[in-house]
Nanobody
Framework: QVQLVESGGGLVQAGGSLRLSCAAS????????MAWFRQAPGKEREFVAT???????FYADSVKGRFTISRDNAKNTVYLQMNSLKPEDTAVYYC???????????????????WGQGTQVTVSS
């Protein structure tokens, strides 16, 4: 069982930045795919970014150029640097992990086995 704990959410003005962190309870290097999803009120959970170990990241079009996913395998931690934040980025952000995530499933909620509890990000206009 993998436990994921997110941190770093908060309230920020439009145009500002936040950095989210997700700490995993087990070693996630080399075999786990790590990702970020988000869920706004009344909406379905949606893909934000994913990163296979040793591979280039993949982003949703809505955040491309503004968000950066990175991972520190030595610390079992994945990060999401969010710049140029917009009010429409307001959501609960979830960290996800999976040991065998296929490329075709990498942007799907069903592609991941483990989830964190979420951290709230609110962007004011």
């Amino acid at each position: 069982q993998v436990q994921l704990v997110e941190s770093g959410g908060g309230l920020v003005q439009a145009g500002g930045s936040l950095r989210l962190s997700c700490a995993a309870s087990v070693r996630t290097s080399s075999s786990y795919t790590m990702a970020w999803f988000r869920q706004a009120p009344g909406k379905e959970r949606e893909f934000v970014a994913t990163m296979w170990s040793g591979a280039l990241p993949f982003y949703a079009d809505s955040v491309k150029g503004r968000f950066t996913i990175s991972r520190d395998n030595a610390k079992n931690t994945v990060y999401l640097q969010m710049n140029s934040l917009k009010p429409e980025d307001t959501a609960v952000y979830y960290c996800a992990a999976g040991p065998r995530v296929l490329y075709d499933s990498s942007s799907l909620v069903s592609g991941y086995d483990y989830w964190g509890q979420g951290t709230q990000v609110t962007v004011s206009s």
